[in-house]
């Protein structure tokens, strides 16, 4: 008992409210008791592989997990197999188990208090968990736990009871949009964006030389938007970048990592000019200024060129969203040609865009340090650089999103394009369709646009299966050139995926009986606008599926999957299910089992006898199917015949539950060379179930012979005759084949021998003495039998005693002529012998017993004795051994006449 206990119980007395308490604690410490007890075997053998723990460390607590508490990760219920861990809130695992899908309880160690390192909970300190995924192979260390019962507080024999216990997990990763994977000859600026995710505080996001990531030229863990511009990377270099979502649970996975590469050299493509011809100016266009066509600023990889007055480039750069130095070439006055500016000639300049491909000739510049007027080594300090289109295009739409699209449908958008300008020009150009699934309806490849018309273009999304990818994301534009420069429509349509959902994660069939098919269900949904194709599903014995393969639309579909076994066993297998989602396998665990049955047996052992020869002994043992569900096969029964005998021969059945009787018979008949004694086989009974052991003793007791009286003392006469009487208490027959005696004076009346003596019978023997002098007679009458093994050796001996007397005084007592003290008969004994001593007159006698020790445990006699033969019985309640007997007479006419003597007699008990 804890002191906790202890402390309840002492106060007891007292105080009722203790009572309560200690009843309260004993009760909940049974039921978490037997809890631990009555749970299934597949729950307590259940090991962990992820958290480790130190046990037997001190006194302990138990927290309960019921099943209705629904451990769940991120609103998933747990797997089979995934862990609970209970920590210290050092972080310190003091317990945990593995999730068996059923009512559990967990053991917290609590600290050893002998050893100096702390290794284990203390009290008052903070029970934490955790969670680790079998599936995923991941420890969630957010976990919020709530009690039905306790606080989570620590305590020695504290019972907690959880109603809930619930993990947060990671965001997953997002998606990368753009730049798309592999996209080269970007410009040293680039903005990046991603998909964004739920359940995400902010992002993580980096941008590296090498795959590694080891690498880092820009890494930012705060972002609380999906889009990042990084700015100054390096020219004609390869980077990669990833993003991972942070939240409360921690950081998630990294998303896949697409490259990109900047161009090598950031040189005008638009703008041509020659270089070098002569001395130059610089024109410096700040960042700070936002140069811009019309209202819109310039983007990065757009060209300004610099012009002399006759529209020769003589210089260009391009637009980095940073400033920007443009050298403006001069003339070469050793050349015939004009190559470049002149004195004081005024410098013009144009805009490209390189988005739609687009040249703006009217420019309007200010400068804050210099004048358009070119003179060499100048320095010209833009301040304001204002571009304006010669034609008003105008569309409707610059950017058009589909979607989502299902395949074999087809949507539409009208955009309207118009020339808005209010010259009397006319507005030509030319379409470049986009691909597939992308199109344009009834749309010539070139238009003319007079001064306020219009065009109204219809664009088409009709996504297909014959598009690789067939699902996702597309994009595409329409490029319109005209002479008001190229203008683009960005194009982007969904189709998405088809969604594949399960409303199991796994499947638990129990207990089948072997040969029988036990039968589960798994209904197959579809969350997209997309068919969803189940390629194929399959399993492997001894699981089956069907349907193997099938379509879901906006219905569901019903997988029957079905358990048949045909052996004994746990199994385990995988449900694949194939598909066309982004998930292209699922995988559904599948667990079943065919139990063995179990053979029980009445009895251990049998025991038969005592049994005569020729007759037969039974006994019933009976044998019972204490398994689930199978079927027990008893195979065969092995037992040493005929000797012990089953009447049931294998093979036979036994259903669960049910028992059968066997009769087992022991036979004593042919045994060799007699069939007396104890007999020992086993019977073993093997099935499939195991096997039992019975041990089998059968006992047909060799006959017995004793005597009533054990000896027989004729007293002092001439002649005589007396009985005695051989006994058989075996079951078995006594045969006295022979008796007799060694001397003449003792003798048996004529019997005819053999003489059989049964089962508690007795058999008279007349005994006879005749003495022929006077004198002491012993002698022994030797009985012949089969109560002994050897044939014709003595089984029983019996002591005869007689003294002789003269004739005519047989019935007058004799006088010895001298002391004289017999040895003891019978001898050995057990448990009584006779002791004979005679005295020549009349003496004072004392006769004592005394152990090998010395020591006396009886006196026999002990005063005054007649002259005469006299004899004692001792009835010895002493253990087996050598004893001594001690004889000191005193004549008491004489005194000084003394006769001491010491015999030796032996007890067999």
Known sequence: MSDNRRELLSNAVDDPCSVKEFVVASRLTAIALLILTVLPAVARSQTLEHFQFATNTGNNA???????????????????????????????????????????????WGDDQQTPELDGAVPADTLRFRVWSNVRNTEYSLVEAAYGQGDGIYVP???????????????????????????????????????????????????????????????????????????????????????????????GEWSQAFRFSTAAVLIPVHFVFAAFTGSNATIVIPDSIHPTVGEKGLDIGDEVGAFTPAGLCVGAVVWEGKNTAMAVWGDNDQTDSIDGLRGSELVGMKV???????????????????????????????????????????????????????????????????????????????????????????????????????LSLVVLFAPTSDIIPSFGSYVDSIVISSVAGISRILLSGNSPYPGVETDVLDIVFGEVTRDSVGSAFVRISNNSINELALDTVFTRPPFSVEPVHGSVGQDTLTLTVRFHPTSIGAFSDTLWIGNNSQIPWVKIPLF?????????????????????????????????????????????????????????????????????????????????????????????????????????????????????????????????????????????????DTVYTKSVNFGVLAVSYPVMVSNTESFELRVWFNADSIKVYADTLYVVSNAVENTGSVSLAIALLGIGVTTGIGNQSVVPQEYIIYQNYPNPFNPSTIIRYGLPGRSRVLLEVFNILGQRIAVLVDGEMSAAFHEIAWNATVPTGLYFYRIEAVSIDNPNTRFIQVKRMLVIK
């Not at 747990?78 to 009512?103: H, M, Q, R, Y």
């Not at 990763?173 to 505080?201: K, M, Y």
């Open 62 to 108: 138990i927290v309960a997990v019921p099943l209705s508490a629904n451990p769940t990760i991120s609103g998933l219920p747990l797997n089979l197999g995934d862990e609970i861990g209970v920590f210290t809130s050092a972080g310190l695992c003091v317990g945990a188990v593995s999730w068996p899908k059923l009512d559990i309880v967990l053991t917290v």
């Open 157 to 251: 024999d504290a019972i907690f009871i959880l109603s809930a216990l619930t993990a947060t997990a990671p965001p997953p990763p997002p998606e990368l949009l753009v730049p798309t994977d592999r996209t080269g000859d970007l410009p040293t600026t680039v903005e990046f964006s991603w998909t964004e995710v739920a359940g995400t505080g902010s992002y993580h996001f980096q941008v590296s030389a090498d795959i590694e990531f080891s690498q880092l030229v820009f890494d930012d863990s705060t972002l609380a938007s999906p889009s990042c511009v990084v700015r100054s990377l390096q020219t004609a270099t390869q980077y990669l970048w990833r993003v991972r979502g942070l939240n409360e649970a921690g950081a």
């Open 352 to 454: 490209w865009r390189k988005g739609t491909d687009t040249e703006y000739q009217t420019v309007a510049v200010q400068y804050s340090t210099g004048s358009a007027q070119y003179s060499p080594n100048a320095l010209m300090i833009v301040s304001s650089l204002i571009a304006s289109p010669v034609f008003d295009f105008w569309m409707s739409d610059s950017v058009v999103v589909f979607g989502p699209v299902a395949h074999g449908q087809s949507v539409e958008h009208s955009i309207v394009l118009r020339n808005g300008s209010i010259s009397t020009d006319t507005l030509s150009g030319t379409f470049a369709h986009p691909q597939v699934p992308f199109g344009v309806e009834d749309a010539a490849v070139a238009f003319r646009l007079g001064p306020g018309d219009s």
């Open 592 to 736: 079943g089992a065919s139990p063995a049955p179990f053979l029980w047996t009445s009895a251990s052992s049998l025991m038969f006898g005592p049994v005569a020869l020729r007759d037969t002994a039974h006994a019933t043992l009976a044998i019972r199917n204490d398994g689930s569900v199978n079927v027990l096969t008893v195979t065969s029964m092995l037992y040493v015949a005929p000797l012990f005998m089953v009447d049931r021969t294998p093979p036979f059945a036994i259903v669960p539950g049910d028992s059968v009787v066997l009769n087992v018979s022991f036979n004593v008949e042919g045994f060799t060379p007699d069939g007396y004694g104890t007999h020992i086989d086993t019977l073993r009974i093997e099935s499939d179930g195991g096997y039992g052991i019975v041990a089998l003793r059968g006992d047909s007791p060799r006959p017995t012979v004793s005597a009533s009286p054990l000896s027989l003392d004729f007293g002092s006469v001439q002649k005589d005759t007396q009985s005695v009487h051989l006994e058989n208490v075996s079951v078995n027959p006594l045969r006295v």
